[in-house]
């Protein structure tokens, strides 16, 4: 993944922000909506593409965008930095190919260990019990 083609391909809006600020909130628009489309992206192959589409299939639009929003601070730069980044760590997270997980037996003295353990312990419980009177 460049990240550079990508960051060159995003859309960026600023949006007036909710929450907890007074009047500044009600004057600036400081939070920061990035859209980055997938469809279109030149950043990726064919089938990096694919595997986003298929991972990030519940975040992506119908129009084929990621959308994702910050207003954590109320500095707008701060948020467009932060928003970017997620964006970046997103799609890196979900490029990534999983390794396929090899099935293994366990070893002969783990085996063993196990059996020992087991009986040891149904040695301490049958001790624990009052003798059979016959």
């Known amino acids: 993944m460049e990240s550079e083609q ?11 922000s909710s929450g907890p600020g ?11 909506e990035v859209q980055f489309n ?3 992206s030149e950043a990726f192959s064919e089938k990096e593409r694919e595997r ?19 207003g954590e601070t109320r500095s707008q730069h701060r948020n467009k930095a932060i928003v ?4 970046l760590d997103l799609l890196a997270q979900n490029l ?18 196990r059996l020992k353990v087991k009986k040891q312990q149904a040695l301490k419980k049958s001790s624990r019990r009052p003798p059979k009177i016959e």
């Open 6 to 16: 990508v960051i060159k391909e995003l859309r960026f809006k600023a949006i007036r």
């Open 84 to 87: 970017v980044q997620r964006l």
């Open 52 to 70: 986003l589409r298929d991972r990030l299939a519940k975040r992506i639009t119908s129009d084929g965008l990621i959308i994702l929003q910050c």
């Open 38 to 40: 997938i469809e279109n």
């Open 96 to 113: 990534k190919v999983k390794k396929k997980r090899k099935k293994t037996k366990p070893s002969k003295t783990a085996i063993e260990k």
């Open 22 to 32: 007074g009047q500044h909130v009600n004057k600036s628009s400081s939070k920061i």
